[in-house]
């Protein structure tokens, strides 16, 4: 089978397609042709091993597998002898945030892993494209109570996590305030936004609405940037460790802070998020945002291109 190999850690020219030996399932698990698959910020911490962090999972001093992946949308081709829940023809679906070899054209696992029949409603690209993301976009959500009533200023609405975590929020008759570059307004609409800072023509943080939540699902904004903004007990979540790596710190500080605080949202059971997801496609509630699509063959050049950071959503590699 081809696949998208890496031998070391390191950024895209890395990156080779090669043919690969093709995996045999065991006797618990589902031999599953890969249709599609995304290249996402996890991928792009599986590719370099960074932070390193990321290393106690694919491997200390070099990838325990050099087949690179973490989602998968395809259809069962072979099933082993123990397996009850899939059957060969079934369409699937699955993700796992340590890392799988999934950029390939097979790909064997447990069906008691992370993976799901699909809904019939979705393409494999739609259904791939509503994995990584979603599932860190429910772990923002998933750790705090929300009210009808609340309000939630959302950084970096157009990311894969954001363009979820919008549409999740909207699920749950939010007021979302959401902030984009100038290119997605009209996307951020779309998606349901009640209102839209364009962060390349006006400062959000000079909003003078307050809020009960700050979702930052990209990263690039702080604790303290956005204290004038929150209600006195409001809650800050991102994505990232902080400009100085302070934000599991002052969530650990949290429960002596009185007052606004921080809530660092460690992403936990991918297998409940993707029933999750199942339901929300299958009741067409959910529309992944699709930036771009690349054929294997150039993976690199998807890398490359979500790494610097341009992505709008999801980047879709087709198999």
């Known amino acids: 089978m081809k696949a998208a190999l890496r031998k070391k ?4 020219t890395n990156i080779t397609v090669e043919e690969y030996p093709t995996p045999k399932p065991k006797d618990n698990e589902v031999l599953v042709r890969v249709h599609a698959t995304t290249v996402n910020r ?6 370099t091993g960074l932070p390193y962090v990321f290393r106690f999972f694919t491997g200390l ?25 899939f ?23 447990p069906e008691d892993g992370n993976i799901s029949t699909m809904p019939d409603n979705v393409s494999c690209a739609e259904a791939v494209a509503s994995l990584e993301g979603a599932h860190y976009a429910i772990n923002f959500i998933n750790k705090v109570k929300l009210k009808p009533e609340d309000k939630v200023l959302l950084n970096g609405a157009t990311g ?22 100038t290119k997605n307004v009209d ?3 779309s998606l349901g936004a009640d209102k839209v800072y364009d962060y390349e023509k006006e400062d959000f943080t000079k909003d003078t609405e307050k809020y009960d939540f700050v979702f930052d699902a990209v990263g690039k904004s702080s604790f303290g940037a956005c204290k004038p903004l929150m209600k006195d007990k409001a809650i800050y979540i991102s994505s990232e460790l902080g400009p100085r790596n302070e934000n599991p710190f002052l969530a650990l500080a949290a429960p002596f802070m009185g007052g606004k605080k921080v809530v660092f949202p460690i992403p936990v059971d991918v297998k409940r998020s993707i029933e999750i997801m199942k339901r ?13 699509e690349y054929a294997l063959d150039d993976i690199a050049a998807a890398y490359k291109y979500v790494a610097a950071g341009l992505k709008t959503g999801n980047v879709v590699v087709k198999i």
Do not use: M, W
């Not at 699955?94 to 999934?102: A, E, M, S, V």
């Open 9 to 12: 850690y390191g950024d895209h």
């Open 87 to 109: 059957k060969v023809g079934d369409k699937v679906f699955g993700f796992h945030d340590d890392g799988l070899p999934t950029q390939a054209e097979y790909l064997a696992y």
């Open 187 to 189: 996307l951020i609409k």
């Open 42 to 47: 996890t991928d792009c911490g599986v590719l």
């Open 160 to 181: 894969g996590i954001g363009s979820a975590a919008l549409q999740l929020l909207k699920d749950k008759n939010i007021y979302v305030t959401a902030v984009c570059n």
């Open 61 to 85: 001093f070099g990838p325990n597998t050099p087949v690179l992946g973490t989602d998968f949308a395809g259809q069962v081709e072979a099933v082993g002898i123990a397996v009850n829940d």
């Open 280 to 292: 929300l496609l299958s009741e067409e509630k959910y529309k992944p945002v699709i930036d771009r």
